[in-house]
């Protein structure tokens, strides 16, 4: 099992950047593919960006590309989600997610959650 503590959240203005974190704990971190989640209010919770086991693969819904980057440090039992030139629309709860089957781009599966984190983008 791991768990997940999301940190990095805040209010932000608009085009500003923000920088999560999800610190994992266990020690096979490595064996789990990563995703970050967001759940605006009234609307359904959303995969925006998803890492592979090995940090090779990445995946971005079409909204962030461009804009928010995944990464991970699997010898700090840590993935991290750059998010750049944010807009209002961003403004969501954040959550850091880990899986170890299926394809990680997929938002099925995802077995361990983190508490969330408030992001709130100011125009």
């Known amino acids: 099992q791991v768990q997940l503590v999301e940190s990095g959240g805040g209010l932000v203005q608009a085009g500003g950047s923000l920088r999560l974190s999800c610190a994992a704990s266990g020690r096979t971190f490595s064996s789990y593919a990563m995703g970050w989640f967001r759940q605006a209010p009234g609307k359904e919770r959303e995969l925006i960006a998803a890492t592979s086991w090995s940090d090779s693969l990445t995946y971005y819904t079409d909204f962030v590309k461009g804009r928010f980057t995944i990464s991970r440090d699997n010898a700090k039992n840590t993935v991290y989600l750059q998010m750049n030139s944010l807009k209002p629309e961003d403004t969501a709860v954040y959550y850091c997610?880990?899986?170890?089957?299926?394809?990680?781009?997929?938002?099925?599966?995802?077995?361990?959650w983190g508490q969330g984190t408030q992001v709130t983008v100011s125009s």
């Open positions: 997610a880990a899986k170890r089957t299926g394809n990680f781009y997929s938002p099925y599966e995802y077995d361990y």
